[in-house]
């Protein structure tokens, strides 16, 4: 998936957290942006199984190592639920949620 932005900017997938009991779908839409489109892609439509956290999201992602220091957002990414700031990974994602992945911007 890495250096195909292009084509994977509508992507769908199905995301099923381990040890999930029931499996009733929930919708959610991440966009990335700046150098994180070409790791993770612009904008994917993820199907998740009610009751997922932001942690399985993240970590389900291509590149998570570069999101995630341990259990951790990193210092150096911002990540948003519904245009809010969210540092918890352990944040419960709802269906219809809007997750934006920005990198921090750093220069002087």
């Not at 009991?21 to 966009?31: S, V």
């Not at 993820?46 to 993240?58: I, K, N, Y």
Request: glycine share 12%; aromatic share 2%; net charge negative.
């Amino acid at each position: 998936m890495q250096g195909a932005p292009e084509s994977i900017a509508s992507d769908q997938r199905s995301l099923r957290p381990p040890g999930s009991g029931g499996w009733n779908r929930m919708q959610i839409l991440l966009r990335s942006f700046g150098n994180l489109r070409r790791i993770i892609g612009s904008e994917l439509h993820l199907e998740m199984c009610e009751g997922s956290l932001l942690r399985d999201l993240l970590l389900s992602l291509p590149g998570h190592e570069r999101l995630l220091d341990g259990l951790k957002i990193r210092d150096d990414v911002y990540v948003l639920v519904n245009g809010r700031s969210v540092t918890d990974i352990n944040t419960a994602l709802k269906d219809g949620d809007e997750i934006a992945i920005v990198p921090a911007i750093i220069g002087g």
